[in-house]
């Protein structure tokens, strides 16, 4: 239970902020029922998992490296978004609505929060639901929305080489645009939530630590400690989907 003077604290800092910001990961999710990568029921326990997350286990064997891909897709599909999605995208429609600045950062793969109405979403690790050529042969994304997929690798539709998840696996550059934009926004902001990330995988973990140096105010959201707790300004420990809902309350009684 987060002490009420909390609550309205942060409250207070989200109904005023000119630049906001929010950088979220796997356990904004977990209320939807997607489980998360680390802590007490992450599912990436055992080591080779970590391996699928990279290119060089890709290419050892790309047909279980997309089989991995369509488990997680298959568990997403019925998945919808939670109250912690919905409230950061009523935040969103607050801030903007009196000509403020809101980004919301991930660093998850599922699409929920667009699926939430997110509108201004910089995706840091790419997105489940799409594809590109292994080879680059072109700049295109192909939206893969069913699963399972016919059949395992998928063959690239405009070259003879097969297609890779659209995601950012380790050891692998960001895209240049979206990180840029990332610290750009982190650096500029008056405040960032953080919002269910174990706040270990970086570029991702560094964001709130330029916001901090820069001047803005961080609230850490999660279930857990993290490294992070010991330097926000706040660390409400507990469930997004329920912490959220309760601070946008608090906005809306303070904005009126
Ligand atoms: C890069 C793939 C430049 C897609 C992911 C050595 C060699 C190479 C690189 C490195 C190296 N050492 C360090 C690095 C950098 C590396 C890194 O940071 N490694 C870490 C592990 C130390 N980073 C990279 O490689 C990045 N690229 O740096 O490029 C470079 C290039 C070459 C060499 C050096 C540098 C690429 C990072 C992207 C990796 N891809 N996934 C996929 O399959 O998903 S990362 C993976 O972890 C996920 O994508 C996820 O987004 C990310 C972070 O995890 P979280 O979102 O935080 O989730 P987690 O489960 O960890 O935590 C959930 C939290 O929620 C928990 O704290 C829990 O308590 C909480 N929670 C649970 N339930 C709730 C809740 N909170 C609130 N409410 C709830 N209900
Ligand atoms: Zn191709």
């Not at 998360?36 to 790309?62: C, N, S």
């Not at 279980?64 to 599909?77: F, I, M, N, S, T």
């Not at 919905?86 to 009196?98: F, I, K, S």
Request: hydrophobic share 40%; glycine share 8%.
């Amino acid at each position: 239970m987060i002490a009420p003077e909390t609550i309205m604290r942060v409250a207070e800092l989200m109904a005023k902020a000119e630049r906001a910001a929010v950088l979220t990961g796997a356990g904004v999710s977990a209320e939807s029922g997607v489980p998360t990568f680390r802590g007490k029921h992450g599912f990436w326990k055992d080591e080779d998992v970590m391996k699928l997350a990279t290119l060089q286990g890709f290419l050892a064997d790309p047909k279980k490296v997309w089989e991995w891909y369509d488990w997680r897709r298959g568990q997403l599909a019925e998945v919808e978004p939670n109250p912690g999605h919905h409230a950061l995208a009523q935040w969103e429609r607050m801030v903007t609505g009196r000509g403020a600045s809101y980004s919301l950062i991930t660093q998850n793969i599922d699409g929920l929060h667009e699926l939430a109405g997110s509108k201004t979403i910089l995706e840091l690790h790419g997105n489940l639901w799409y594809a590109r050529c292994l080879k680059g042969c072109c700049a295109e994304l192909k939206h893969i929305p069913d699963t399972p997929l016919p059949e395992y690798p998928p063959p690239c539709p405009w070259c003879d080489s097969i297609l890779r998840p659209h995601v950012v696996w380790f050891g692998e550059q960001l895209d240049p645009t979206v990180i840029e934009e990332s610290f750009n926004v982190s650096g500029a902001a008056d405040l960032m939530l953080v919002v269910g990330t174990s706040a270990q995988v970086y570029p991702a973990a560094g964001l709130p630590y330029i916001t901090s140096r820069a001047g803005g105010k961080v609230v850490e959201i999660n279930l857990e400690p993290t490294e992070l707790s010991y330097t926000a300004d706040f660390a409400l420990h507990g469930k997004s989907g329920e912490i959220l809902p309760q601070l946008l309350e608090k906005v809306r009684e303070l904005v009126g």
